[in-house]
């Protein structure tokens, strides 16, 4: 898997635009706005040398890639503007921002890519919005150990090339990796599209430089692979979501440029066998970097209801690593499927599913066409997966206007001496929004 720094972020596309230059698009959000005096403003300025107040920064910053918000957009409006922005480029202007804050008692709502999809960087209560993407770069590579400390702003592309030239991935693979941070992975707890051989953020993090509310730094983790002593602060902070404080740096646990590939494609007669498969594989050791099952309905719309049975599942398989890796790995997948009554399916769904993986261009003019469009992750045990595929389904089903949902799980795994996996079911619909919808 490549960066593919152009090609990611158009087909990620753009938030729709907000009114015009000067402009203050309305909020929709109603909550009590806490203001920043002027003494407060010059203290900001003070610690900081980029803090800005223009409307468009303003608006901009009042957003993020919330499928209600974009909706909101359509409309001209954003969920909540802040009062002030400010964008450190140091650990040193973040500490004082946020001391400054602390100390007047303003709120403060960091952010990354704002590529978030729950509104977390929405400035619900104005204050000041720290964007964080100023802090950018690698600032230290051990290849030996294969740890990298990077600054939080740091963009997905930008940590791509950087690694690339040394040989390195992280194999954190998020679609919204061309408009997402480093910083924005762990507080989110992100998985990426290969995290069933690379891991979550979770597993990838070994450490980390934070900033608490009121400006003091602290670092959590980083002394090593393992810890006995106490409970994990570290893993406190990944997955917060700014609610605890900055994460200003992280240290990041890197592997060698993967030798060799392995692709495979299969066909399974129903949904539930593509999830045996997959539990047989994983359950066997195997863990293909990605092992991507489409139920029925996500098939025929990847592949094309030509290619696929109505009830038929496409499940598609990359991995990469050494050649012997992957070719005990290919003889486990085949095993499994042949298990599930499975059997090879069309190589070149796996360069489609390449070429496609973070294509989601349609969205934005699928909303401005007045469609609503939103995904929904849940994870559960494998034995409860099928069950809850199906109830998940009957449950959409139920709200009037829906078009279509569909699922397709993306098996996690807990890295130790015996992997056990997590499996995350992934529903997706959409539908027309009634009269006065969301
Ligand atoms: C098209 C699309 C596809 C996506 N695909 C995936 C995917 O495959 N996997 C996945 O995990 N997610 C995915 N997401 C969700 C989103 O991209 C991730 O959650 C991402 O990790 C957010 O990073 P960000 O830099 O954009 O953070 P933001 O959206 O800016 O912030 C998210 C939250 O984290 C907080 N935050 C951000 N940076 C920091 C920091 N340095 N310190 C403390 N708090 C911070 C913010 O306050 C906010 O609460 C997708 C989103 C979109 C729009």
Redesign the pocket.
């Known amino acids: 898997m490549t960066g593919e720094r152009g090609a990611a972020a158009a087909q990620?596309?753009q938030l729709p635009p907000l009114g015009g230059p000067g402009q203050l698009p309305a909020e929709r959000l109603v909550a009590p706005r806490v203001p920043v005096p002027g003494p407060v403003r010059r203290r900001l300025a003070e610690a900081c040398d980029q803090v800005d107040d223009a409307p468009e920064a303003r608006a901009e910053a009042g957003r993020?890639?919330w499928p209600l918000a974009v909706r909101w957009a359509v409309a001209g409006l954003v969920p909540a503007l802040p009062e002030v922005v400010a964008r450190p480029r140091t650990l040193e202007e973040v500490a004082g921002v946020m001391a400054v804050c602390h100390d007047a008692r303003v709120p403060l709502?960091?952010?990354?890519?704002?590529?978030?999809?729950?509104?977390?960087?929405?400035p619900v209560f104005g204050g000041v919005a720290?964007d964080?993407?100023g802090?950018q770069g690698v600032q230290d590579l051990d290849e030996r150990s294969l740890l990298a400390e990077v600054w939080?702003?740091t963009?997905g592309p930008d940590l791509v090339e950087a690694l690339e030239g040394a040989g390195l991935v992280l194999g954190?693979?998020?679609?919204?990796?061309a408009?997402?941070?480093?910083?924005?992975?762990?507080?989110?707890?992100?998985?990426?599209?290969a995290?069933t051989r690379y891991g979550?953020?979770a597993d990838l993090v070994r450490g980390a430089t934070?900033?608490l509310p009121d400006g003091r730094v602290s670092r959590l983790g980083g002394h090593g692979p393992r810890a006995a002593l106490g409970p994990d602060l570290l893993q406190l902070?990944v997955g917060?979501?700014?609610?605890?404080?900055?994460?200003?740096s992280?240290q990041l646990q890197l592997r060698p440029r993967p030798a060799a590939e392995l692709r495979r494609a299969y066909r399974l007669p129903g949904f539930a066998a593509g999830l045996e498969a997959c539990r047989l594989a994983l359950r066997a050791g195997a863990t293909p970097a990605v092992l991507r099952l489409y139920d029925p309905a996500e098939s025929a719309r990847h592949f094309g209801a030509e290619q696929v049975d109505p009830e038929e599942a496409c499940l598609v398989v990359l991995d990469e690593a050494e050649p012997a890796l992957l070719e005990a790995t290919a003889a486990l997948l085949d095993q499994a499927v042949g298990a599930a009554g499975g059997q090879p399916g069309d190589p070149a769904w796996v360069e489609h599913w390449l070429a496609s993986r973070?294509d989601?261009s349609a969205?934005v003019p699928l909303v401005q066409a007045g469609l609503v469009v939103d995904?929904v992750e849940v994870a559960a045990p494998w034995a409860a997966l099928p069950a809850l595929y199906q109830a998940a389904r009957d449950a959409v089903a139920t709200v009037p206007g829906t078009l279509v949902c569909s699922a397709h799980p993306r098996p996690t795994r807990t890295p130790g001496p015996r992997p056990t996996t997590r499996p995350a079911g992934k529903p997706s619909w959409s539908r027309p929004s009634g009269p006065g919808g969301p």
């Open positions: 990620v596309g993020d890639w709502t960091p952010a990354g890519g704002r590529s978030g999809v729950c509104g977390g960087a929405v720290l964080l993407r802090l939080a702003g963009s954190h693979w998020p679609q919204s990796l408009i997402s941070t480093v910083g924005g992975w762990a507080a989110c707890r992100g998985a990426g599209q995290s979550t953020l934070v900033v902070f917060s979501e700014g609610t605890l404080g900055v994460l200003a992280l973070n989601v969205l995904t």
